[in-house]
């Protein structure tokens, strides 16, 4: 495995030097932000984000997210020219390097919580979801982070509405549809594509989402055999899921698994959950057993410590700050160290 880290390109407030200075780091997980969804990314940009790692010591093999517009998932004439598009983007990339996009399928929100500062009993903080809150909310009138928040009130209002019509089944035949399109891509520059799970892995506000459980995965490979045709195996979204066996997802799927988030959940009643800290011991999931279950299959791709708590009086980025996920990659690479070793 390849221990990464996410940094949000030069507007993180974490510096690459910090990043460089944890333990076993062979590279980071980025993007380019300040493109249009839908839009090309040029090698300029992409050229000044390898360079800045490049000077940190820092590999970037791993793009975390090249977003998907909206019009590919809704299966809109328009949808050939942004996968068109795409596959220009996967080309530049792979002229720097790149070897892995993680990327998602979910309808208008991506991940979604109720609270992004829950207190523990230590003074730390961290990421909560409680479904009957969320129930309360009005889609349209949504601020959480990890979307697009660009819609104006109108825009969301009609994208929303243009998924009336969208059954799962139709969701699935449009991400089919968008594999097959950047395949050739991902063949020629050498990427494999890993989708991140829909979190939490259940329907939102009437959108269908449908990467959720080991069936999805079955047919998605089924659909789409290609080996470019990959996952990232996040265990905090798939985990909230009670109906998921993550250690045995994580065997069975070890090899398509281009890119783990491994993180906890303390689960509260059938769907709400709190982010904890990443031991086995704080949560819900086993955390080494899904360690185990990654190694023994013969796993070879990057892993990122994902969402830690705001801890040692640390204001960051919800889930991103600094501390306690250079702790969870600590701890990450004890178990991969010894279950290796065994
Ligand atoms: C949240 C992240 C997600 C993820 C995207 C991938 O912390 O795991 O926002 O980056 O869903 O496309």
Known sequence: MKMTFRWYGEKDSIPLNYIKQIPNMSGVVTAVYDVPVGEVWSEDKIARLHQLCREADLEMEVIESVPVHEDIKLGKPSRDRLIANYAQ???????????????????????????????????????????????????????????????????????????????????????????????????????????????????????????????SYDKLFSAVPNPHNGVTFCTGSLGAGRFNDLPDMAKKYASRIYFAHIRQLQYHGDMDFTEMGHLTSAGNLDIYAIVKGLVEAGFEGYVRPDHGRNIWGEDGKPGYGLYDRALGAAYLNGLFEAIEKN
């Open 89 to 215: 983007t996967i080309r530049n990339l792979g002229k720097f390097g790149v070897k892995c996009i993680c990327y998602n399928f979910m309808p208008v929100f991506d991940w979604l919580r109720t609270n992004l500062k829950t207190e523990a009993a230590d003074g730390s903080n961290s990421l909560s979801y409680n479904h009957e809150e969320l129930m309360r909310l009005d889609p349209k009138n949504l601020h959480l982070p990890g979307w697009d928040e660009s819609y104006s009130t109108d825009e969301l209002n009609s994208l929303l509405e243009s998924y009336s019509g969208i059954s799962h089944e139709q969701l699935f035949e449009n991400l089919v549809y968008f594999l097959n399109g950047i395949m050739p891509a991902c063949d020629e520059a050498g990427i494999n594509m890993a989708i991140h799970p829909d979190d939490p892995p259940w329907d939102m506000f009437g959108l269908p989402r449908i990467i959720t459980s080991a069936e």
